[in-house]
């Protein structure tokens, strides 16, 4: 998604079906959680986190080096992707989204750096299957969407 859907996305529409999913909204708590998270989601519109396979051994999904995996928020960007999603690498990543998810949570400048990842199987040296591993990191949303997604 682009950096105008994006804003809309996380400022007005993911707000709205918080409230709309809490029978209580009307509580004054709830409208003050809804504001303490003001920063965070301007930071899921303005940020979106970056995993790029750097190595990869008998992936039993298929995932190959120089493959990429874009998430906005909690959703996987289908556009940006370009690797099959393998159910062992999007646990760990998710673990990094957390840690971005953190940072967008706190004021001031975002660092941009991420660890990287390995899948959970521990990799044929070990005894297991297969392994992959990712560098990661945070980056700007585009501003115009990416080629073959509908803003």
């Known amino acids: 998604m682009d950096r105008k859907t994006a804003a809309d996305f996380f400022g007005r529409a993911v707000p709205d079906a918080f409230i709309a999913d809490t029978p209580e909204a009307e509580r004054p708590e709830v409208a003050a959680m809804l504001e303490s998270?003001?920063?965070?989601?301007?930071?899921?519109?303005?940020?979106?986190?970056?995993?790029?396979?750097?190595?990869?051994?008998?992936?039993?999904?298929?995932?190959?080096?120089?493959?990429?995996?874009?998430?906005?928020?909690?959703?996987l960007d289908p556009a940006q992707?370009?690797?099959?999603?393998?159910?062992?690498?999007?646990?760990?990543?998710?673990?990094?989204?957390?840690?971005?998810?953190?940072?967008?949570?706190?004021?001031?400048?975002?660092?941009?750096?991420?660890?990287?990842?390995?899948?959970?199987?521990?990799?044929?040296?070990?005894?297991?299957?297969g392994a992959v591993k990712v560098r990661m990191w945070i980056e700007p949303v585009p501003v115009t969407a990416p080629a073959g997604e509908q803003s």
Do not use: N, W
């Open 37 to 75: 998270s003001k920063g965070f989601f301007e930071g899921c519109a303005r940020y979106q986190v970056v995993a790029e396979v750097v190595e990869a051994e008998r992936c039993m999904a298929g995932v190959r080096v120089g493959q990429r995996y874009v998430m906005q928020g909690a959703h």
């Open 81 to 129: 992707t370009t690797g099959p999603v393998c159910v062992f690498l999007m646990g760990m990543l998710a673990q990094r989204v957390g840690i971005a998810f953190d940072r967008f949570g706190r004021e001031g400048a975002v660092s941009l750096s991420l660890p990287g990842a390995h899948c959970t199987d521990p990799g044929p040296a070990v005894g297991g299957f």
